[in-house]
Structures are given as C-alpha cells and as structure tokens.
T-cell receptor, first 114, second 113 residues
Framework: AQSVAQPEDQVNVAEGNPLTVKCTYS??????LFWYVQYPNRGLQFLLK??????LVKGSYGFEAEFNKSQTSFHLKKPSALVSDSALYFC????????????FGSGTKLNVKP | AAGVIQSPRHLIKEKRETATLKCYPI?????VYWYQQGPGQDPQFLIS???????DKGSIPDRFSAQQFSDYHSELNMSSLELGDSALYFC????????????FGEGSRLTVL
C-alpha cells in the first residue's frame, strides 16, 4: 500500500535561516513525489516534483527537494526562509503502476519568524 | 494561464439539504479529482474521472455522487447534508500523460448549519 508520512506537525524557523520539511514515503515500484503549499483558505499550489533523474529537484519560490531512495525520503528545503513562506506544506506520492491514486501526507505547518 | 475553476466559492446549507459543487478543469486536461479537506486535515480523496468515466473512488459517502460531462466539467452532488460535511471541497485536474502533478482549484467552502 502507498503512504506518505510527514513526521512534524509544525516547523519553526527564523527568517534567513535554512528550512527543512520532512517527508518519507512507502510505495511499491518507482514513485512520483510532489510537494504542495497551501495558504489559509486557498487551494494547494504545486511546488515541485520528482519523477526520475537528478535526486535534487528545484521548484518554485526557491524551494528544492532531495530524493533519497535508500531512506525513502523526499525532504523539502530552502536555503534562506522568508516570512511569506509561512504556510501548510503537503508531500504527496503516486505510484506509476496505479496512477489514479494520489496520496497526501498529513501536512506540516511552517512558521517563519521575523 | 487558465486554472481550475470552482463554484461556488462559499455555500451555506441547512442539515438534510442538497448542495451541488461545480468544477471546470484546465483546458485539455482529461482527469478530474475531488477532495474533501476538513479543518486542520489533509485532503481526502473522494472520486476521480478520466475522460468522463469514473476512474477511482475513495472515501465518498453514498449520499454524494459526481459526474463529468461532455465538456469535461464535473459536478459533485451532496444530499442529506450533515454537520460533518462542512469542509473545503477541492477539485483538481491533470493530463494523464503529463508530468503527474495535479492542479487544484481554490476550493468551495461548504458550511452546514
């Protein structure tokens, strides 16, 4: 069965510091991995994805994520956090063999303090 | 660029009433998904359509039904509304042969009183 885990309900960082939001996944076969951001009362916005190729994926707003197959992780990172990055972040996975299924993690609230 | 359009954005209903939510996917996208998001929760998959046929079903109550029409827009019909149905309902679309990501609408907030 496919699943995604985001072990932290909340991450607090100071503006200008690097941030990491963690995600681990469980899927049979090769995964498609995604990060989305959600601002209050808004839809989910696509940030980046990993399908194949380079393990370090760059996305929107300066975010990047590193795919680690041995650790089944896909952590979201940003070298220097902004207050405007404060939002809810969701990791998601879909399996190549069952492309209709799209599984979300429970979400991590990122708080960036000035 | 065109995005996923959902209407209405806000809806207030009484218990046992019926509600209909509409979704207009991005042009040329062939797959539509419906999700329900309760307060402080992750989106829960309800149902999906590929080329106007139901492709998968999640935790959609029997009181809910959905369809996709010939112009690819989709409607989620909810009957015998309960207080617990109060949530944000998201529609998302994708192109099955595309990069795999879903594109979400801004959501319809349903409040059941």
């Amino acid at each position: 069965a496919q699943s995604v885990a985001q072990p932290e309900d909340q991450v607090n960082v100071a503006e200008g510091n690097p941030l990491t939001v963690k995600c681990t996944y469980s899927v049979s076969g090769n995964p498609y991995l995604f990060w989305y951001v959600q601002y209050p009362n808004r839809g989910l916005q696509f940030l980046l994805k990993y399908i194949t190729g380079d393990n370090l994926v760059k996305g929107s707003y300066g975010f990047e994520a590193e795919f680690n197959k041995s650790q089944t992780s896909f952590h979201l990172k940003k070298p220097s956090a902004l207050v405007s990055d404060s939002a809810l972040y969701f990791c998601a996975v879909r399996a190549l063999y069952n492309f209709n299924k799209f599984y979300f993690g429970s979400g991590t609230k990122l708080n960036v303090k000035p | 660029a065109a995005g996923v359009i959902q209407s209405p954005r806000h809806l207030i209903k009484e218990k046992r009433e019926t509600a209909t939510l509409k979704c207009y996917p991005i042009p040329r996208h062939d797959t539509v998904y419906w999700y329900q998001q309760g307060p402080g929760q992750d989106p829960q998959f309800l149902i999906s359509f590929y080329e106007k046929m139901q492709s998968d079903k999640g935790s959609i109550p029997d009181r809910f039904s959905a369809q996709q029409f010939s112009d690819y827009h989709s409607e989620l019909n909810m009957s015998s509304l309960e207080l617990g149905d109060s949530a944000l309902y998201f529609c998302a679309s994708s192109f099955k042969s595309g990069g795999g990501e879903l594109f979400f609408g801004e959501g319809s907030r349903l409040t059941v009183l």
